[in-house]
């Protein structure tokens, strides 16, 4: 079945240090690729997303990250993190088969502890 | 402000009963969804639906049921079948022309067996 994996289930850094969240998923075909946050005591909300053209996708708050199909990746990066940025980010996939179309499958999340 | 509203905010059940928790939106979208969040294990899918009078089976269906009679509700019944019921539920919603662009998620309800 296919899956997403994100490897780093807390990660803590210091403000200003460089982030980077890992994402893979298990499918060959078509997909379409979400990175959520969830700070703490809020929504779920959605961070960026990619669907086609540039693999390097930006969203909100400095957010960025960058599909490698050759890597079955999608990776988040934020060059310089702020303690604001300490929540529990999700990454999530639809996988395009028969019909599939249109939900999403949720890695486990990882959550980003940044010390002031 | 167009939302997704679910209540209650924390459900207590006791064993053996049903349990029906609500997830209303009015952001006129077609497609809603259920997921169950539980600690280190993500949002598992346990009900979708595309269209009023249709619905679909998630990953995680066994023990759960819904309904979508109007477009704006999408409501979820935790049966005494589901094993473990214990667990964060979310509700979301997403336009739907084949495709979803993106969740937009309500806040959650907090069920606990006692």
């Known amino acids: 079945a296919q899956s997403v994996s994100q490897h780093n289930h807390h990660v803590i850094l210091s403000e200003a240090a460089s982030l980077e969240l890992g994402c893979n998923y298990s499918?060959?075909?078509?997909?379409?690729l979400f990175w959520y946050v969830q700070y703490p005591g809020q929504h779920l909300q959605l961070l960026l997303k990619?669907?086609?053209?540039?693999?390097l996708v930006k969203g909100i708050k400095g957010f960025e990250a960058e599909f490698i199909k050759s890597k079955f990746s999608f990776n988040l990066r934020k060059p310089s993190v702020q303690w604001s940025d300490t929540a529990e980010y999700f990454c999530?996939?639809?996988?395009?088969?028969?019909?599939?179309?249109?939900?999403?499958?949720f890695g486990d999340g990882t959550t980003l502890t940044v010390k002031p | 402000d167009g939302g997704i509203t679910q209540s209650p905010k924390y459900l207590f059940r006791k064993e053996g009963q049903n349990v029906t928790l609500s997830c209303e939106q009015n952001?006129?979208?077609?497609?809603m969804y259920w997921y169950r969040q539980d600690p280190g294990q993500g949002l598992r899918l346990i009900y979708y639906?595309?269209?009023?009078?249709?619905?679909q089976k998630g990953d995680i269906a066994e023990g759960y049921s819904v309904s979508r009679e109007k477009k704006e509700s999408f409501p979820l019944t935790v049966t005494s079948a589901q094993k473990n019921p214990t667990a964060f539920y979310l509700c979301?919603?997403?336009?739907?022309?084949?495709?979803?662009?993106?969740?937009?998620f309500g806040s959650g309800t907090r069920l606990t067996v006692v």
């Open positions: 990619y669907f086609s053209g540039d693999p």
């Open positions: 952001l006129n979208h077609d497609a």
């Open positions: 639906s595309q269209i009023v009078n249709d619905f």
């Open positions: 499918y060959g075909g078509t997909v379409n």
């Open positions: 999530a996939v639809n996988f395009y088969y028969n019909t599939n179309a249109g939900k999403s499958t």
């Open positions: 979301a919603s997403s336009t739907w022309t084949g495709n979803n662009y993106g969740y937009t």
